[in-house]
């Protein structure tokens, strides 16, 4: 997807006055943050890899401080994307973050992307967030 960007941009948009290579780049930008409706095996299978899973997920979700876990309903690139919603005295590094998205990774044998609640609830992009949101179909909360 960055490629995709970097091209258009040399290609289209460089050659523009600032004002408007702004705006194109903005335009460009909700074109390619828009979510896609996730395939519907695919999302089946993830549920079948989440139930068979359940007991390790909470293992990870206890011992990275995560009070809600959940399925989004969005396909960007081809991942699964999961929302984590950490405990508020948490602080993690990018490190931990790809760690937490490693051990995820072989849980349930899929590439996922591991995004943050707060991430998703700070986009300017409203409707994304929205579907995103209303999407989220929880997958492990702390009891």
Known sequence: MELEVEKMYQQHIRSRPIAEQLQLMALI????????????????HMYQQVKQGSDKIAIICQRWQIIELALIDTELNGSIKIM?????????SLFDHIDMQDELQAILG???ELVTRQGIEHSPYYLPRQTILNSAQVIYALS
């Open 29 to 44: 930008s909700k074109q390619f943050l828009q979510p896609q409706p996730l395939d519907v095996t695919k999302l089946q």
């Open 110 to 112: 899929d590439e996922v």
């Open 84 to 92: 984590a919603d950490f405990s508020p005295t948490t602080q993690w």
